[in-house]
């Protein structure tokens, strides 16, 4: 259907923000049910093999996960968790120099892991999900906070309500910081994650990747938003298959929005992306 925009001369542009291209987490699912398939590895060598994909592809970090977050998914037993990931990471480990974060809200999961050679924590629950994981996390180089509304993926869409999701996203990450804190924890250490589509409908989404830059008041801001639902929803789809171009499309606005990591599932498009980007914002030219 033919635009219907009016072609008159519009009004000359604001000064372009400052941009900076955030870090890029690969995300690696040692699952069989996380909600995007090409991301799923059923067997540690493939799981490996996707790693060094994302690796090449130009990967700052690597985000592993042995038990499917998505909404309404079911937990996994830990010695489950456990299989699907320490092999990994102990064959990863010793061949790469990326760092590797595992996806867990388990202590003994996130302990073992640092044990076999993961430097990060990434905690759904911030710290919420298991009393033991404040203290485990803190031997982590670094440990992402997130805020998930209520303490189950099972549950957490069932309704969500704020009255200012943006001031209690914000309030909630920092008393999460606190508490890292007062276990023992460096704040100085922690990526706060606004936890998009964790608990929120369109319109909180949507709300929190615009106020991305206000949430890093309490630690720098990670971003997961990668072929996520609400997506879908502001450009009708079949599915995550078809959500690359509105990844790509929040990926520039985080690169103004003073975002420090990326959490993505396609490294090589988004890296590409954020590079047109910073060379059209002068940086470093």
Avoid: C
Wanted: charged share 25%; proline share 8%.
């Amino acid at each position: 259907m033919p635009s219907s925009r009016p072609l008159t001369p519009e009004a000359p542009a604001a000064r372009v923000p400052r941009f900076r291209a955030p870090l890029l987490m690969g995300v690696v699912n040692a699952t069989p049910d996380s909600f995007y398939a090409p991301s799923r590895a059923a067997a540690p060598e493939a799981a490996v093999e996707r790693a060094l994909r994302l690796i090449d592809e130009g990967a700052d970090l690597l985000d592993l996960g042995g038990e499917s977050t998505r909404p309404g998914s079911a937990p996994v037993g830990v010695e489950e968790e456990l299989a699907r990931v320490i092999p990994v990471i102990r064959a990863l480990a010793p061949r790469i120099k990326v760092p590797i974060s595992v996806d867990t809200y388990r202590a003994r999961v996130a302990a073992e892991a640092l044990d076999a050679g993961a430097r990060i924590v990434n905690d759904v629950t911030a710290l919420r999900g298991d009393p033991e994981m404040a203290r485990v996390a803190a031997r982590a180089e670094r440990v992402v906070l997130m805020h998930m509304l209520g303490t189950s993926p099972r549950t957490m869409q069932d309704d969500p309500r704020y009255g200012d999701v943006v001031a209690e996203v914000k309030a909630f990450l920092a008393r999460r910081v606190e508490a890292f804190a007062d276990a023992g924890g460096d704040p100085a250490r922690v990526w706060a994650d606004p936890g998009i589509g964790f608990g929120k409908t369109l319109a909180h989404n949507l709300a929190l990747i615009r106020a991305a830059g206000e949430l890093s008041s309490a630690a720098p801001v990670l971003l997961g938003v990668s072929r996520k639902s609400f997506l879908g929803l502001l450009t009708p789809d079949a599915g995550p298959e078809e959500r690359l171009p509105g990844s790509l499309a929040v990926a520039a606005w985080a690169g103004f929005s003073g975002v420090a990591v990326l959490r993505v599932h396609d490294v090589a498009e988004t890296r590409r992306a954020l590079a047109a980007l910073s060379a059209v914002a002068g940086e470093g030219a």
